[in-house]
């Protein structure tokens, strides 16, 4: 009964709609009463481009450097793919040779298993902790709320490198993270459940080197997630959760029923940009693990396509790998918008 | 008047065109190097100088860069017309032979004759500086590079700890394993190591290996030989040696989350363990931080397990020297690598902590420096130096690594790193 009426609820409600992925609030009431409001601008804008080649003009210059610095680089590196090339001498077209050489190669397949593993710390973790955050924060008015909102950010906007040598640090051997658990005495307790060892060499340890540097990633892009959901939270009109009170819903009923269909367009927006991120992670890597050590444990796609590519001058095979990884990332973003769009069409 | 002036420039230019030619032509030469610290820096310079003023026409203009962008670097810009006359070279499959099978480098055999390079140093180093001409086989044809450092890998030791424990240098296998207990009953690390960083378990423990193997096998699986083999029974033995090794604590606990230039370092330096087994670049740093290093660290090599009088011991010559195939100086090239790589430069280079490829003037027997020097000089003139295995397994640190934290068994390895290896041919 409550459900039903909650759904309903939600139907009524004006739906935030998110294009592209890329607008994260947007009001279109909000705009079309600004135009109407100045006659001049609606003026000018109903005024037409007398022609196509007007508009031309204005895209050329986007145009060019997309052309020139996006579309031609994609398109070699599809070509390179397909030849036997050192990076320097004269390359060789050999069918699909390089591709068929990718399904045998042990180290490649498990990168792009690392890359999936990954992507737990890099999607569905960091979005668990971003809904948890923002249901703490929205619903409760707390004092200096923009510095939390602002320092649990932080993260996002590091560099990656930076981060890396940070993590790599508190990681350390005699770093911070084995003191605080000798100190606390954690260490002995873990210790004699044989869940620890002696000093435990968290990024070079065959066990803990690839959660650690999971965990890492989770670090980085929680914040992105916060943020996106904090957005989309304020869209949620309050209305909603008056209704939801009135029925008598608990706070996690009301983030069930209420915060999260209200982020759900959020969600996927988040869903897509970290798992890019998951898929095409390198510097993180390269900082923390040294080229995706110990043996093959945290190796990803983008190491070796840069191994293959500048240190063993395989750069038609690095080409090749290139390719297969952006395949995939092409394709699961795909599905999602796809998903996206129903999903926009039916509410 | 305007006649007058032409004339005059015209005069003019006939004049400085007479100049030119009746001098040598002003020739800038381009030189690439790996020398990037403050105090090499200043020693190239010197040597620079000294060669500009042999030869008053040469402008030398020199670019440093460390040695993994000069290894990227290279391809490209020996494939430019403007591109360094004279660049240093890594070497290996995929440093020098792919240089030399896009016909970038020019063979140096003529002027190895002309200046007597080849008396520099012993014969089976200037294989390591030699490809077939179609950069396929390594370690035979022409000679494309010269080298002015050289580098063995031995152990840095602490001789106060050694006293403290009543140890001596060891000299057979029995006595270093005995000594490995010795100092580990004193409370110390036996032997400090960080295997975080990947390349310093291949010089660990291929420093293990070369004392079980000999030269040939080496010599064939480096230079991929016809028979050229990894799965022998010496890298099995050498892998169980590893094995117990660890098993038994003798190396830093938690090496594998220690990197090499800190943790690594630190430990040597901050007495936690009595032995360091590394290469020996790290001389100059180990004489700049220890107190009196040159008195109380001490360097020696690791034994031979197959009883041989000199141990065969992982080492070679640093980067040489080699002449882009498309330049127009190729003489005045090998002019200035005959002064960079002669004895002029071994003594310069020897002051700032270096090992140089060829024995300096002067040095004190019994310091660090001169311990250096003296494992070097033993091994390369009994011709037992031996190899880094990622000249032709690039990848070996990573099954090393599988190895040592009993992911694969030591046959295991040795078939991993063979299937890789037959896989790159």
Redesign the interface.
């Known amino acids: 009964m409550f459900k039903k009426i909650m759904s309903q609820a939600s139907n009524s409600s004006s739906e935030p709609t998110v294009k592209h992925g890329v607008e994260i609030v947007s009001t279109p009431s909000f705009s079309e009463r600004l135009q109407s409001l100045i006659p001049w601008r609606r003026r000018t804008s109903a005024v037409p481009f007398s022609s196509g080649s007007q508009a031309l003009l204005f895209i050329l210059p986007g145009l060019i450097i997309y052309v020139v610095f996006v579309l031609f680089p994609i398109i070699g590196t599809i070509r390179y793919s397909f030849m036997e090339w ?4 004269e390359p060789e077209w050999i069918g699909l040779d390089n591709y068929r050489e990718l399904m045998d190669d042990e ?1 490649f397949i498990k990168a792009i298993q690392n890359n999936f593993f990954f992507s737990i710390f890099y999607t569905i973790i960091p979005i668990l902790i971003g809904l948890f955050l923002v249901s703490l924060m929205s619903r409760s008015r707390l004092k200096g709320m923009f510095i939390f909102r602002a320092g649990l950010f932080v993260p996002q906007v590091m560099s990656p490198v930076v981060v890396g040598i940070i993590w ?1 640090w508190l ?4 770093g911070p993270i084995n003191r605080a658990l000798s100190i606390t005495g954690l260490q002995g307790v873990f210790e004699s459940v044989g869940l620890l ?10 066990t803990y080197a690839p959660y650690a540097v999971g965990m890492v990633g989770t670090w980085v892009e929680y914040g992105l997630c916060m943020v996106l959901f904090l957005a989309g939270i304020q869209s949620i009109s309050e209305e909603l959760y008056d209704a939801a009170i009135v029925f008598g819903a608990n706070p996690l009923q009301q983030f069930w029923f209420v915060t999260l269909p209200g982020l759900r367009q959020h969600v996927l927006v988040a869903f897509v940009l970290t798992f890019i991120a998951a898929l095409r992670v390198f510097d993180l890597v390269f900082v923390l ?8 444990e945290t ?1 990803v796609t983008s190491i070796l396509v840069y191994k293959n590519t ?4 395989r750069a038609g095979y690095g080409a090749a790998m290139a390719v297969v990884l952006a395949t995939i990332i092409v394709v699961i973003s795909a599905g999602v918008f796809w998903l996206q769009s129903r999903d926009s069409e039916n509410a | 008047m305007k006649k007058l002036s032409l004339l005059l420039v015209v005069a003019l230019l006939v004049a400085t065109m007479g100049t030119t030619t009746a001098q040598d032509e002003e020739i800038t030469l381009v030189v690439w190097d790996n020398f990037t610290r403050e105090a090499e820096q200043e020693m190239i310079e010197e040597l620079n100088a000294m060669f500009e003023e042999m030869n008053p026409n040469v402008t030398i203009q020199r670019e440093a860069y460390d040695t993994s962008d000069l290894t990227q670097l290279a391809p490209r810009a020996l494939s430019e017309d403007n591109g360094p006359d004279v660049i240093m070279v890594n070497q290996g499959f995929s440093g020098m032979g792919a240089l030399v099978e896009a016909g970038l480098l020019l063979p140096l055999n003529d002027y190895a004759d002309q200046y007597g390079w080849w008396d520099r140093y012993a014969e089976g180093l200037h294989a390591r500086n030699s490809f077939s001409e179609d950069g396929t086989e390594f370690g035979t044809g022409n000679l494309y590079s010269v080298s002015n450092t050289a580098e063995v890998v031995g152990i840095y030791y602490h001789k106060s700890i050694f006293e403290e424990l009543g140890l001596e240098v060891p000299t057979t296998w029995d006595e270093f394993v005995s000594a490995l207990t010795t100092i580990q009953e004193g409370g110390y690390t036996p032997i400090v190591f960080g295997s975080l960083d990947g390349w310093p378990a291949i010089h660990t423990w291929g420093a293990i290996q070369h004392a079980y193997s000999d030269l040939a096998t080496i010599d064939n699986f480096m230079y991929r030989a016809a028979d050229g083999t990894f799965e022998t029974e010496a890298n099995v033995q050498a892998a169980e040696t590893m094995l117990g090794w660890i098993e038994n604590g003798y190396f830093s606990p938690g090496f594998e989350g220690m990197d090499y230039d800190n943790a690594t370092y630190g430990a040597f330096i901050g007495f936690e363990g009595a032995m360091w087994l590394t290469g020996s670049w790290m001389t100059g740093s180990i004489v700049e931080d220890v107190e009196d290093a040159e008195a109380t660290v001490g360097f020696f090599l690791l034994p031979s397990a197959a009883g041989e009088e000199v141990p065969l011991t992982i080492g070679g010559v640093g980067l040489g020297y080699g002449i882009r195939a498309g330049t127009e100086h190729a003489d005045i090239a090998a002019a200035y690598i005959d002064l960079i790589t002669g004895p002029e430069a071994a003594n310069l280079l020897f002051a700032q902590g270096y090992l140089p490829a060829i024995t300096p003037e002067e040095y004190e027997s019994g310091t660090l420096t001169g311990d250096v020097i003296e494992a070097w000089e033993l091994i390369s003139s009994s011709n037992k130096v031996g190899h880094y295995l990622d000249w032709t397994a690039p990848d070996i640190a990573a099954d090393i690594q599988e190895m040592m934290a009993g992911e694969v068994s030591p046959d295991e390895f040795t078939a991993n790193v063979q299937e890789d290896y037959e896989s790159g041919e």
């Open positions: 050192t990076g320097f001498t180290d790599r990681f350390d051997y005699s060892r002696r000093v435990t060499p968290w990024l070079g340890d065959f693990t040294r080229q995706g050590g110990p043996g093959r190796i500048f240190n063993l001058h």
